[in-house]
């Protein structure tokens, strides 16, 4: 499957993006899906993760500010970003396992999209 992560850019702190994470090469229903980020010089950081039936999991530095939702039929995933803050800069990925639900270790995932930048000015 191939992913492609898109709904990146520059907002004011406070301000709201969507991300998408269109799928390809195979159905999105089949797949385990999560967010992760990385800000340069850093770790590739869990954000959120949405399992096969729709359960979510989010880091304590999103919860409350982030939804993650997936939309089968469109073979897409979202991430809608609220209440941006500048600590949020990064490039965020898409990535996706077929064996577990919730995984927050970028070495769980099998595949991955090329990353969006998000740039949150204060």
């Known amino acids: 499957v191939q992913l492609q992560a898109s709904g990146g850019g520059l907002v004011q702190a406070g301000g709201s993006l969507r991300l998408s994470c269109a799928t390809s090469?195979?159905?999105?229903?089949?797949?385990?899906m999560g967010w992760f980020r990385q800000a340069p010089g850093k770790e590739r950081d869990f954000v959120s993760a949405i399992s096969w039936f729709g359960n979510t999991y989010y880091a304590d530095s999103v919860k409350g500010r982030f939804t993650i939702s997936r939309d089968n039929a469109k073979n897409t995933m979202y991430l809608q970003m609220n209440s941006l803050k500048p600590e949020d800069t990064a490039v965020y990925y898409c990535?996706?396992?077929?064996?577990?639900?919730?995984?927050?270790?970028?070495?769980?995932?099998?595949?991955w999209g090329q990353g969006t930048q998000v740039t949150v000015s204060s």
């Open positions: 990535a996706a396992n077929d064996r577990r639900a919730g995984a927050r270790m970028a070495y769980e995932y099998d595949y």
């Open positions: 090469g195979g159905t999105l229903s089949s797949y385990a």
